[in-house]
């Protein structure tokens, strides 16, 4: 997403342009499409790109392993520093930020890597294909979404047992502090 902005950096201080954002980005070797609105604003020291972004990304499930599109929204605010002056073409000093983005000699701001980045941070680090993904059976390795596989049932014994030693220890502890009073 390259945006000429030759005009606004002569614009005044705080003067805001908004862009529509429509975008293939490649994100972790994959192409998503990226849609939102973008806000450019002029800063004394160049042009703040501020803006809701929404995508999707592929990514695998982190109980049952399948893919699957996970929707990311991206909360982009970077502030991008000219390399030449608009008016007169003298390099500029970029500030000392390490990583910092650029506004190139033709006065254009690319907001492709910025995405890109955002998109990344906004992977969650254990995806869930649904917040009540079943899983694989780690006996036979059967992806439980599709239904239950052969093996026996001992997975559900076990939640039941710990569900009963919780309500004879709260029963324990409520018969304590009665014994104490
Ligand atoms: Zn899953
Ligand atoms: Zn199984």
Not at 2 to 12: F, G, P, T, Y
Not at 31 to 37: A, D, R
Not at 130 to 141: F, V, W
Request: charged share 20%; with cysteine; hydrophobic share 35%.
């Amino acid at each position: 997403m390259r945006i000429n902005v030759s005009q606004q950096l002569k614009a005044s201080i705080g003067s805001i342009r908004k862009y529509e954002v429509s975008e293939i980005v490649n994100v972790a070797g994959g192409k998503s499409m990226v849609q939102g609105e973008v806000g450019l604003m002029r800063t004394d020291r160049g042009i703040l790109a501020k803006g809701t972004l929404h995508t999707e990304v592929e990514v695998t499930c982190s109980r049952c392993l399948s893919l699957f599109s996970c929707p990311l929204t991206l909360n982009i605010e970077e502030e991008y520093f000219p390399i030449k002056d608009v008016v007169s073409g003298a390099s500029l000093p970029l500030p000392e930020e390490p990583g910092c983005f650029t506004i190139d000699e033709h006065h254009v701001i690319d907001l492709t890597e910025a995405i890109r980045q955002y998109a990344l941070l906004a992977i969650p680090m254990k995806p869930l294909c649904r917040g009540d993904c079943a899983g694989l059976c780690p006996n036979c390795g059967h992806n439980l979404n599709q239904g239950p596989c052969d093996c026996l049932p001992q997975e559900t014994e076990p939640h039941w047992s710990e569900l009963n030693k919780l309500a004879l220890a709260s029963d324990a502890v409520v018969n304590e502090q009665k014994g104490t009073e």
